[in-house]
Structure formats: C-alpha cells, structure tokens
C-alpha cells in the first residue's frame, strides 16, 4: 500500500491543486492533503476554511483525505505513514525552491520520496495568490475554482 502526502498552503485549493491531486490519486493507493496550519505567508482563508473547501472540492475522490498539520512537512509524512511527498511544478521557478525543499526533505528524512507531477497546461499561469488579486479586484474566476471556492469568494468578498 502506497501512501502519499500533497501538502501546501491551499490559500484556498484552486483548479490546478486539484488537477495534482486527482492524478496523484491514480497513482498512489490513498492521498492525504495536508493543509499547512502556519505558515509565513498572509492567508485570506483560516485553516479550517481551507480544509473544508478541499473537502468540498474532493469529494468524489474516495481515496483522498485532508487533514491540517503544523509540524514539520517531513515530520507530518513519517506520522502519516506516508512513504510519498507530491508536490506541483508550474514553471522552472518553482523547480529551484521544490529542489531544495526535496534534498533537504531527504535529508532529514531519507525514506521519504519526493514526486513531482508536471502542471496541466490548462493551469500553468495559476497560484492562489494571483488568484486572490484577481478575486479582490472582481475579476472572473470561475474557471479557475472549483464551484465550493468560487461560492466561498463570493460570502468573503462579498461579492454579487
Ligand atoms: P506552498 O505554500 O506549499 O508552496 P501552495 O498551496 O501554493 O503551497 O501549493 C502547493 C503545491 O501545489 C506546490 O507544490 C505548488 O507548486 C503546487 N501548485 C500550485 N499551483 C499549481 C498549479 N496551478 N499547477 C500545478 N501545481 C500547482
């Protein structure tokens, strides 16, 4: 039995999370999303919210689960039981920091996999936090969400 983590800051789960999440579903035989409780970046959506809107967006995926963690991303995999981290490459600025991330990751723990899954082309532009500017200034996002995160814009942003 394989299990892999996708953790991440989700500030909320866009399309292109959930397009990483599907295919690593197919390949492993149970995914954990891992929400990040803390991390060093302003968030819009509280942890719970985050969860919830990935609970939302998954829900057809019986072999997915979302829980949020605060400790250590490779701490959280070992107590997970995971053998698997996945994380999203867009584009080759995300390369240098997820290279580090993984050797570091290995490094501390060495039984511990990093895979990485291509971004679907379709998405390749897309990060939360642009999304979040783009949602701020009304622009049309509905392509880019899931239907549960574009309703949650809406009540936070209070938008029509
Ligand atoms: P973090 O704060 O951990 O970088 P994010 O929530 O921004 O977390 O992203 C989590 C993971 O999803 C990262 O591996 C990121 O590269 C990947 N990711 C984000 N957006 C996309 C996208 N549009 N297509 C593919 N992967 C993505």
Known sequence: MTKAIYPGTFDPVTN????????????????????????????????KERVELWKGAIANLPN?????????????????GAQVIVRGLRMSSDFEGEFEMALMNKSINPN???AFLMTNL???????????????????????????????????????
Do not use: C, M
């Open 64 to 80: 997915v689960s979302v829980e949020a963690y605060s400790s250590l991303t490779v701490d959280y995999a070992g107590q997970s």
């Open 112 to 114: 511990l996999e990093s």
């Open 16 to 47: 292109g999370h959930l397009d990483i999440a599907t295919r690593a579903s197919k390949l492993f035989d149970s995914l954990i999303i891992g929400v990040y409780d803390k991390p060093a970046k302003k968030l819009l959506f509280s942890t």
């Open 122 to 160: 379709h998405y390749q532009f897309l990060s939360s936090s642009l999304l979040k500017e783009v949602a701020l200034l009304n622009g049309n996002i509905a392509d880019l969400v899931p239907p549960n995160v574009l309703a949650a814009f809406k009540r936070k942003l209070a938008l029509p």
